[in-house]
């Protein structure tokens, strides 16, 4: 798919993230926010207590990473201070993984999961269970 495709597919599309906290997570970040940046909303889905520490670890610990030290400060406070670029709490592994509907929920166009459980440890049927299971759950309450 070319840049133009890409831009066209997610131009004016709200957007769910999971994982973008982790390594790969945030090159995919980075890549929405520098490549794709006609977006209309671009919501992280990061496990925290509640949105409002979903939201602190989104700007000091996710957006004060190396891999944003490009994007011009100002685009992106623009983004946070008007909800184009928000987080909710959620945990894939929990039995309610979304979190609580809010405002621009319910009109998610494009899920992107880069949220995976790299533990050697645990089981695979267990690592199976967070994408197959708990995922589509997550999809279904962001599409309904
Ligand atoms: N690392 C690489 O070079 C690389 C390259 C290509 C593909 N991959 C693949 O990318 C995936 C992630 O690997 P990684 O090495 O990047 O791991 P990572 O940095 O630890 O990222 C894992 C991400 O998933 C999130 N996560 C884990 N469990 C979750 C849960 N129950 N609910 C919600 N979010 C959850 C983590 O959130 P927290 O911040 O809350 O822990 C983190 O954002 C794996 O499938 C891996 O095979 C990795």
């Avoid at 207590?49 to 623009?78: I, K």
């Avoid at 533990?119 to 997550?138: I, R």
């Amino acid at each position: 798919m070319t840049e133009g495709q890409v831009q066209r597919r997610l131009g004016g599309a709200t957007i769910l993230l999971t994982g973008g906290s982790g390594f790969p997570g945030k090159a995919v970040l980075s890549a929405l926010l520098t490549h794709a940046a006609g977006f209309e909303r671009l919501i992280l889905l990061l496990r925290a207590d509640d949105d409002a520490a979903a939201q602190r670890r989104l700007t000091e610990e996710v957006l004060s990473n190396d891999a944003f030290a490009a994007l011009s400060p100002g685009w992106l406070r623009d983004r946070l201070a008007t909800g184009r670029i928000y987080a909710v709490a959620g945990d894939l592994a929990s039995e309610e993984p979304a979190g609580p509907q809010r405002s621009g929920w319910g009109e998610v166009d494009v899920l992107i999961n880069c949220a995976a459980s790299v533990s050697f440890e645990e089981p695979l049927d267990w690592t199976q269970y967070l994408e197959y299971v708990h995922l589509p759950e997550v999809h279904r309450k962001a599409t309904a």
